[in-house]
């Protein structure tokens, strides 16, 4: 079991640049998947970028090139920092963590991208 708390999420303008955290409340070095998806209202919550313990990742189309995914395991943190930033990356972005058979979430953090 594991709790999860991001934050970084806030209003930028477009080509502007944030970094999200998500710390876990336990070592996160043993959890073999952990990403970060994003959700508008009335959508789907899709899948934005995801990292394993071994450090591979993987990237939605449309952020790769911009995004980067990372995990310091020493802080139980996950990060995704995100560049050139555009309004069609504003939603409510959600730190997940994959143990077992069981998936957990964070409370999520707003990400509003608008001049």
């Known amino acids: 079991q594991v709790q999860l708390v991001e934050s970084g999420g806030g209003l930028v303008q477009p080509g502007g640049s944030l970094r999200l955290s998500c710390t876990a409340s336990?070592?996160?070095?043993?959890?073999?998947?952990m990403g970060w998806y994003r959700q508008v209202p009335g959508k789907q919550r899709d899948l934005v970028a995801t990292?394993?313990?071994?450090?591979?990742?993987n990237y939605a189309d449309s952020v790769k090139g911009r995004f980067t995914i990372s995990r310091d395991n020493a802080k139980n943190t996950l990060y995704l920092q995100m560049n050139s930033l555009k309004p069609e990356d504003t939603a409510v972005y959600y730190c997940?963590?994959?143990?077992?058979?069981?998936?957990?979430w964070g409370q999520g953090t707003q990400v509003t991208v608008s001049s």
């Open positions: 997940h963590a994959r143990i077992a058979v069981n998936n957990y």
């Open positions: 336990r070592t996160i070095f043993s959890i073999y998947a």
């Open positions: 990292i394993t313990s071994g450090g591979s990742t």
